[in-house]
């Protein structure tokens, strides 16, 4: 019964930006770390991006300085707007809460091309 969507990738060439969705039940999303993970293709899935109930984010240092994590409580959807991308940036992108996650969802594939 609880979900996670996301939504928003596709292929981009390097340099260029994309903004992936979350979006999930209120459930999950009140009062709940969420983060962004990234599996590349071969590679186990890796945090990279969460933000807390109250707005703070943070990030892995591979994405510093290019990726933003956002969320719209009332919406019950977290953001992540990718500029700069790399091409190691490919891979599926994930959401879902930091602390007692719940099943993945479909993920959302980003193809970034040199």
């Known amino acids: 019964q609880v979900q996670l969507v996301e939504s928003g990738g596709g292929s981009v060439q390097a340099g260029g930006s994309l903004r992936l969705s979350c979006v999930g039940s209120?459930?999950?999303?009140?009062?709940?770390?969420m983060g962004w993970y990234h599996q590349a293709p071969g590679k186990e899935r890796e945090l990279v991006a969460h933000?807390?109930?109250?707005?703070?984010?943070y990030y892995a240092d591979s994405v510093k300085g290019r990726f933003s994590v956002s969320r719209v409580n009332a919406d019950n959807t977290i953001y992540l707007e990718m500029k700069s991308v790399k091409p190691e940036d490919t891979g599926v992108f994930y959401c879902?809460?930091?602390?007692?996650?719940?099943?993945w969802g479909p993920g959302t594939q980003v193809i970034v091309s040199s």
């Open positions: 879902n809460r930091i602390f007692n996650r719940v099943s």
């Open positions: 209120a459930n999950i999303f009140r009062l709940n770390t």
């Open positions: 933000i807390t109930s109250s707005g703070d984010a």
